[in-house]
């Protein structure tokens, strides 16, 4: 049985006449790299915050490691690392100081793995807060949000500011923190990001759930576009489109674009009976699905 390291029922949170979220049920497993998607305004941040007992949610309830997040919350941000993505730090500290403000109130320090952190992200610890460019307090955050191996990592657009190296290198601690078994809870614009590292996604659009599946589900599920070149006068339109599987067919010329979902096998067995030259397949990606599923337009 699998067990959860995040879960919430029935959650819903509303800012007077505002909506938050509304009627949130998720399960994260332990272990797992969880891609939490959406828009500004769709409910991630506040998720957080109420997993967090940053704040109250108005109905249902959420619980993080088998513990409530209001019950227990005191507990609970002792086994969870955090990193905002609104991260505020004092200025007048060194990024040294920083963390090691951070790392007192959990009750420890572990100065050896904070440098070894620090020169993974090619990070000086020596220089003042005030002085960091946008990307190298991320790299503080990063640093005090993995320096502790909490069993629960939630990172809210944990890359923002870096440059496509220090992206990878965020990556691969991710891919660590995974194969030490603990849970990644990711939200995040950056569909490529997600699609490289999650195991499964969540979309949320307007504070409500869309979808929750794995990333490669969703990839044989969605929609693709195949490009048929034709050695003679292509089929009719209507004709194409009765085939089972495709929703759309356009003409130009010799060749048809089509738009494809589920099984490609009736189409590959109608093609077989006429001559073509080539055929061109755009295979969908996060970013094409996260689009048809905010449209509705999605399988």
Do not use: C, W
Not at 37 to 58: C, E, F, H, Q, S
Not at 126 to 132: E, G, P, V
Not at 239 to 251: D, K, M, Q, T, Y
Request: cysteine-free.
């Amino acid at each position: 049985m699998t067990e959860v390291a995040i879960r919430t029922h029935g959650l819903t949170k509303r800012y007077g006449k505002a909506r938050g979220v509304e009627e949130l049920d998720l399960e994260v497993h332990r272990g797992e790299v969880f891609g939490f998607l959406g828009p500004n305004g769709a409910g991630k941040t506040t998720t957080i915050r109420v997993l967090l007992d940053l704040i109250r949610p108005t109905v249902g309830r959420a619980e993080v490691v088998g513990l409530d997040s209001r019950r227990d919350s005191m507990e609970i941000r002792r086994r969870v690392a955090y990193l905002p993505g609104d991260l505020s730090m004092h200025d007048g500290l060194t990024g040294r100081e920083m963390i090691d403000y951070l790392s007192r109130m959990r009750g420890s320090t572990e100065d050896a793995r904070r440098d070894r952190l620090a020169a993974h992200f090619d990070l000086d610890l020596d220089r003042k807060i005030s002085d960091l460019s946008t990307g190298n307090r991320q790299k503080v955050g990063l640093v005090q949000a993995f320096l502790h191996r909490p069993e629960v990592l939630i990172l809210d657009e944990p890359t923002t500011g870096l440059d496509p190296l220090m992206q990878i290198a965020t990556y691969e601690l991710i891919e660590e923190a995974k194969s030490e078994g603990r849970t990644v809870f990711l939200s995040s614009h950056v569909l490529p990001e997600v699609e490289r590292i999650a195991d499964r996604v969540a979309i949320i659009r307007e504070g409500r759930m869309v979808e929750v599946e794995s990333v490669e589900r969703l990839k044989d599920r969605a929609v693709r576009v195949l490009e048929v070149r034709f050695g003679g006068p292509p089929p009719a339109e209507d004709e194409l489109v009765s085939i089972a599987g495709v929703l759309r067919a356009r003409r130009h010329g010799d060749v048809v674009q089509l738009r494809i979902e589920g099984s490609m096998d009736p189409l590959v067995k109608y093609l077989a009976r006429h001559e073509v030259t080539a055929i061109r397949s755009h295979e969908a990606d996060l970013e094409d699905i996260f689009l048809d599923l905010y449209r509705g337009d999605g399988p």
